[in-house]
T-cell receptor, first 116, second 109 residues
Framework: ETGVTQTPRHLVMGMTNKKSLKCEQHLGHNAMYWYKQSAKKPLELMFVYSLEERVENNSVPSRFSPECPNSSHLFLHLHTLQPEDSALYLC???????????????FGQGTRLTVV | GQNIDQPTEMTATEGAIVQINCTYQTSGFNGLFWYQQHAGEAPTFLSYNVLDGLEEKGRFSSFLSRSKGYSYLLLKELQMKDSASYLCAVGLSWGKLQFGAGTQVVVTP
């Protein structure tokens, strides 16, 4: 497999459920990201991991819990979500930690999450 | 505050040229990215500008003026498959991207 792979592609969960989103990158990158894409709104950065350490939590509620066990895998654990959390969740990876000459991020296909 | 503005929608005919403008005000700047996103798919990288000027890549070109906080993406010889959302994004620390809301381009026959 190549690129960035996300599973599942679609997820419907109740407000009391616990579920996890998985992301895997096969590009040898050292940084991984979770973004949220809601209808008619810009992509919003949620979390940044660089070299497996969380370097940013963009004021995301604690019902979203990320985990990065190694440089190739990233998870987003979900519990007690609200209907307004329904959105497309995109994982991305890039090489380097930013700065002039920043390299592009590669995105996965996303998980379409519906909270009922 | 941080702001990235681009038009919501643009319509053009097949074979024509369309220019999508993007203005930005951000607290950091590591370059300006353009991504293409078809409905239900992942955003895919189109171009990157970190210095002022024009970058040309086939039918697509991108321009940056850092002093004006302005960029544009130029799509030439439009094809039906170019119908998509085009996302302007500013690169920040740690490789983060701050996105505009996207411009939906509709190509008509």
């Amino acid at each position: 497999e190549t690129g960035v792979t996300q599973t599942p592609r679609h997820l419907v969960m109740g407000m009391t459920n616990k579920k996890s989103l998985k992301c895997e990158q096969h590009l040898g990158h050292n940084a991984m990201y979770w973004y949220k894409q809601s209808a008619k709104k810009p992509l919003e950065l949620m979390f940044v991991y660089s070299l497996e350490e969380r370097v940013e939590n963009n004021s995301v509620p604690s019902r979203f819990s990320p985990e990065c066990p190694n440089s190739s895998h990233l998870f987003l654990h979900l519990h007690t979500l609200q209907p307004e959390d329904s959105a497309l969740y995109l994982c991305a990876s890039s090489q380097g930690t930013g700065g002039p000459g920043q390299t592009e991020a590669f995105f996965g296909q996303g998980t379409r999450l519906t909270v009922v | 505050g941080q702001n990235i503005d681009q038009p919501t929608e643009m319509t053009a005919t097949e074979g024509a040229i369309v220019q999508i403008n993007c203005t930005y005000q951000t607290s950091g700047f590591n370059g300006l990215f353009w991504y293409q996103q078809h409905a239900g798919e992942a955003p895919t990288f189109l171009s990157y500008n970190v210095l002022d000027g024009l970058e040309e890549k086939g039918r697509f070109s991108s321009f940056l003026s850092r002093s004006k906080g302005y960029s544009y993406l130029l799509l030439k010889e439009l094809q039906m498959k170019d119908s998509a959302s085009y996302l302007c994004a500013v690169g920040l620390s740690w490789g983060k991207l701050q996105f505009g809301a996207g411009t939906q381009v509709v190509v008509t026959p």
